[in-house]
């Protein structure tokens, strides 16, 4: 991810406790842009979508 004056831009991922991906998505001049996946703890995924544009 790269932050000019405060606005994301890239890749993001957030992660458990444990260590297990939370959540992925990709961000475009401060707003969510393309795919998004959020994953159970156990690693499973249950969420996947598209934002175009935030």
Known sequence: ???K????N???EEFY???Q??????YKNGKEDGL????YENGQL???GNFNNG
């Open 1 to 3: 991810v790269t932050e």
């Open 17 to 19: 406790d444990n260590g």
């Open 46 to 48: 249950h969420q996947k």
């Open 36 to 39: 998004f996946e959020g994953f």
């Open 10 to 12: 890239g890749l993001v």
């Open 21 to 26: 991906l939370e959540l992925r998505r990709n």
């Open 5 to 8: 004056e405060d606005i994301k």
